[in-house]
Every structure is written in structure tokens, then in C-alpha cells.
């Protein structure tokens, strides 16, 4: 019998092997801040600059408490502060027993304004809120005389401990005129964005960039703002007042706003 063929030899599979992925890598969008997403080095506030006022202070601040008792200032045509970057204003103006702060004013011309409260232009805000009036009126409203705002809010509970600045929703007066409601609210990208753009400025106005798309088609007009020292009197646990002062020293306050808790 003869004997069985030999067995063929095994072949090579003809599949194409798998090859290691491609060391190719597509590029991604460069992390650097654009001009108008500033990459964002505010601090949060220096505890150490919250220290308990002198006597004088505390007896200047309970005499001014009174809510019904506004300074009487003889109104002067308001003046746009000039912009200073880096520079700090002097002490001739400085209010006794007010602790200086920066105060911005700031929103597109025809959407409603924004007020944000820091200690310093390097810090992050401890205070946001929206208020019921354009930008561009309020301003309007500043160009024409000295501008008065009043913003209160009922009293809670005996026991609540809500600090002053923290209540949520304030009703808003302009110059004896109601106008709706103020809204504090936590601080956004956006917010963020404008308080870094203007970390190096002490006071000023004028325009700020911003960025157009799709959504937005700027038919709320320019980013506007107005930044100035301001003076914080507290009254009590139930009063505060923020005194823009003028840059020249020359005259008393542009705008005075009263926080109230009746």
C-alpha cells in the first residue's frame, strides 16, 4: 500500500496584519486666553482688611444710619472719571469711618445694568447684582445730575442672620422713582471675564471687547462700564451705603446707593 502524501505546508494568511494606531495626532485649539476669555488671576478677598472700626467710626456710621436722613449735596453736572491703570487716587476725599472699595458698573447699553462690589481691582467680587435699569439710561441718568438708588428689602425672622448684602431680591428706587427689582446673583463666566479685563484699572469708563456669535448678534449694543472708588458706610446690621466718590475731590458723591432691610 502506498504511502499517504505528504501534508501541505501550512500558509500564511493572506488578512492584512493589524497595525499599530498612527502616531499622528491631531492638533487641538491652542489654551491661551482670547481677549475676551482672559485667563482668570482674581484673589479672593484679604480677610486681614476687615478690621473692626475705630469708636469714632462705629458713632459716624450710627449717625448716618437713618435711611430718611440723605446727605444734602448740592447736585453738579457729573463728569466721566478718566482712566488711570495701576495708579490709586488720594486720600482728600476720603469719606470718615467708610472703608474705600472698587465699585463697576457694567452691562450691554440696551440690556440691564450690573453693579459688582470688590475690595480691590485684583480681587474676585463679593458682590453682584443686577439691577432694573439699562445701562445706557443709567448713564444717562449720571450725565444729567447726582443719581440716587435705593434698594430694600423686608425684614425675615428676628433670628435670621442673612448678612445685609446677601439677601437676594431688592426692591429698586431711582431718585424717589420705583423701578422694579434688583437680583444678587453668584458671578458668571462673563462677569468674571470683565472683572479680569479690568484687574489694572482704578477708575474709568469706556468700552470693553466682546465676542460675537451666532446667538448673539449684539442687538443689545456694547459692553459699557464705569468703575470708581467707592465708600462703604455701615449704619447697622439693617443699613449700608456705597458712595461713589469723584475723582477730582471737588464735589460730593456722583451716585449714592442705600441698601435698606425695613
Known sequence: MAPPPPLPQPQLSSHPQFRPPSSTVTPTASSTPSPTHPHISLQNPNSSTNKKPSKPGKFFRRFRSVFRSFPIITPTPCKMPTLHVGGGGTDNNHMHGGVRMTGTLFGYRRARINLAIQQNPKCLPMLILELAIPTAKLLQEMGSGLVR???????????????????????????????????????????????????????????????????????????????????????SKDSETFYMMNPDGNSGPELTIFFVRI
Not at 152 to 169: A, M, Q, R, S, W
Not at 173 to 189: A, M
Not at 196 to 215: D, Y
Open 149 to 235: 438708588i435705593a434698594l430694600e428689602c423686608e425684614k425675615k425672622h428676628p433670628n435670621e442672620k442673612t448678612k445685609l448684602i446677601e439677601e437676594p431680591v431688592w426692591t429698586m428706587y431711582c431718585n424717589g422713582k420705583k423701578l422694579g427689582y434688583g437680583v444678587k446673583r453668584d458671578p458668571t463666566q462673563e462677569d468674571l471675564n470683565v472683572m479680569q479685563l479690568l484687574h489694572a484699572v482704578s477708575m474709568g469708563a469706556g468700552v470693553l471687547p466682546t465676542e460675537r456669535t451666532e446667538n448673539n448678534d449684539m442687538t443689545d449694543g456694547e459692553m459699557t462700564y464705569m468703575r470708581a472708588h467707592f465708600e462703604r458706610v455701615t449704619g
